[in-house]
């Protein structure tokens, strides 16, 4: 099977990825920043509903979570208080 590509014939391509390698110490760091620089900075959410470690928690009913790939937005709809109930008595 002959693989055909789009140059010509007898030119070298050397083909790159650009990768973060998984086994270095500081891969989740630089991701987790390069990916909230993609949601803060160039998508547009705001940073103030941002949950992150060793910050409090956001004022609002919005909260945003950003973590490697995944981005969640939650939102309080409504607040209730739960009653704690004795089950098994008569």
């Not at 030119?11 to 086994?23: D, E």
């Not at 981005?71 to 709809?77: A, K, L, R, S, V």
């Amino acid at each position: 099977m002959e693989l055909r590509w789009a140059c010509q014939q007898g030119l070298w391509v050397r083909p790159a990825l650009s990768v973060i390698p998984m086994g270095w110490h500081s891969a989740v760091g630089l991701v987790q920043e390069a990916v909230r620089d993609v949601v803060f900075q160039r998508a547009g959410v705001p940073r103030s509903i941002s949950t992150e470690k060793n910050r409090p928690l956001p004022e609002g009913k919005s909260f945003a979570v950003v973590y490697l790939d995944n981005f969640d937005e939650i939102e309080i709809i409504k607040r209730s208080t739960s009653k704690s109930t004795k089950k098994g008595r008569s």
